[in-house]
Nanobody, 122 residues
Framework: QLQASGGGLVQAGGSLRLSCVAS????????MAWFRQAPEKEREFVAV????????YYADNVKGRFTVSRDNAKNTMYLLMNSLKPEDTAVYFC?????????????????WGQGTLVTVSS
């Protein structure tokens, strides 16, 4: 199971750190990612961290503002979000996969957290 937390209401320009705790799986064997879904929109890729966190990729619209990391000893992945914008408002989901499929596809992930809501006010 994946449990995401850390969402909330923040003003534009502010920061939040999301966490995703995994249980029931061997965390270090899974590629971990963050996706988000805004109202009336499809779920979109945000960031991914490889099994050891040595390789990360970001969506263009968050690159330079968001940082993904993971602590395999704590079975936890993080997303530090800085310089938040109103367009970052969405429910953020964490996801896990052991497959090496295309990292920005939702279909590449087998496990999903329940989501945590991030609201950025202007």
């Amino acid at each position: 199971q994946l449990q995401a937390s850390g969402g909330g209401l923040v003003q534009a320009g502010g920061s939040l750190r999301l966490s995703c705790v995994a249980s029931g799986l061997t965390f270090r064997n899974y590629r971990m990612a963050w996706f988000r879904q805004a109202p009336e929109k499809e779920r979109e890729f945000v960031a991914v961290a490889s099994w050891s966190s040595s390789i990360t990729y970001y969506a263009d619209n968050v690159k330079g503002r968001f940082t993904v990391s993971r602590d395999n000893a704590k079975n936890t992945m993080y997303l530090l979000m800085n310089s938040l914008k109103p367009e970052d408002t969405a429910v953020y989901f964490c996801a896990a996969t052991q497959r090496g499929d295309t990292y920005y596809w939702t279909a590449s992930y087998d496990y999903w957290g329940q989501g945590t809501l991030v609201t950025v006010s202007s």
